[in-house]
């Protein structure tokens, strides 16, 4: 579809919407205000991004948005129910609850810790992430020596940084 010469994105990769729905999103947007869309009624909008996305829109935009028995759609939820959808929020708590539950094993090393300290805050969403990494690594280190030591140079030199795995 073209408009004023201006070609539209497209179809959605619903194969792999995942990875590729914030990119076609932010062309549909730019596409949008190009060709003056924003200025038309909010079913025009909302049937040419279903019409742009591909068939398979279609089933998803009934299930998503349709069936909530809303009357007046808006162009805006149809987009945030599209971004529900293709990018679910993840469950951060199960990942805080596997992170500070997380020792290291006795056959791990304090290194191989340390990384899947850092794979596991990743998901966590801390806000102090280095801060939350320090705690895990000195509570869950199984040579309490070593922990001990870690934590005397961090209080010494008055920061994590620098000393194993800080940020």
Known sequence: ???????APGELDFANAR???PEWKKKFLRYRAVVGLCDKDESQQIDTLVYIMGDEAEGICEQLVYSEGKTD???DDV???FE??????????????QFHGRDQKSDETVEAYIQELHQLAAKCEFTDKAGMLRDRLLCGMAD??????VHTVS???GTWRGTVGGE
């Not at 529900?84 to 609850?97: D, E, I, Q």
């Not at 309490?144 to 030591?149: E, F, G, M, S, T």
């Open 1 to 7: 579809m073209a408009t004023n010469g201006v070609r």
């Open 155 to 157: 209080n010494c030199n």
């Open 84 to 97: 529900r959808h293709f990018m679910p929020r993840s469950n951060f708590l199960h990942y805080r609850v």
């Open 73 to 75: 759609k808006k162009f």
């Open 144 to 149: 309490k020596q070593l922990a001990c030591n």
């Open 79 to 81: 987009v945030e129910a």
């Open 19 to 21: 990875e590729r729905w």
